[in-house]
């Protein structure tokens, strides 16, 4: 089964092809960025959202390349496929967990990530301004990256935060919506 595979593969990843790097280093220095996007945008979350997903975004479109360069997997089939290859295989290979894939819509265009943890949000506590709780998604680069990713892949998504622990859900969860299979795109006339 290609759920089997793609977490046989994200564990061989993980131990054999990943330089590691200290877990708390991450957590702390995306906390501090985080924290000075904050103060950089007068603690207008939304606007603080917009930019880490900004961020994900950019880091997405490179961290896809690394990872086919060191599994040597090949592209998904449809997205049931990567929905389990993120899942297993990518989430795996740079930050060691595995989210849940779940709540597929009935036409197979959407489907949620589910995080029992998540290593972002290690030490985190968000401002208590009465804001915060209600409008900041503090790990959004997350969201970003997979757009990102999977744009490199002609996959166009959209992905959001439906729920968080750090504002007091019960779970931390990510919605992947497909919208549309992109065709590979020529540049603007450039001769």
């Not at 972002?120 to 997350?142: K, M, T, Y």
Request: hydrophobic fraction near 40%; charge should be negative; include cysteine.
């Amino acid at each position: 089964m290609a759920s089997n595979k793609a977490a046989r593969d994200g564990e061989k990843i993980w131990k054999t092809n990943v330089d590691k790097v200290n877990a708390e280093l991450v957590t702390l220095t995306y906390g501090t960025m985080v924290v000075q996007l904050c103060s950089d945008f007068n603690h207008n979350y939304g606007e603080v959202n917009k930019q880490l997903d900004k961020m994900g975004y950019n880091i997405g479109m490179r961290l896809i390349e690394d990872f086919f360069a060191k599994s040597g997997a090949q592209r998904c089939g449809n997205l049931r496929e990567t929905a389990e290859t993120i899942s297993k295989a990518r989430f795996k290979m740079f930050l060691n967990i595995t989210p849940a894939v779940s709540n597929w819509s009935s036409d197979n265009k959407s489907f949620s990530l589910i995080f029992d943890e998540n290593p972002l949000a290690d030490f985190v506590e968000l401002p208590n301004d009465g804001r915060a709780q209600d409008e900041l998604w503090f790990s959004n680069v997350l969201c970003g990256i997979l757009r990102g990713a999977l744009e490199m892949v002609q996959m166009q998504v959209e992905a959001h935060y439906v729920s968080d622990v750090l504002r007091g859900h019960d779970i931390t969860e990510m919605r992947i919506t497909l919208l549309r299979y992109m065709e590979d795109e020529m540049p603007p006339d450039d001769e």
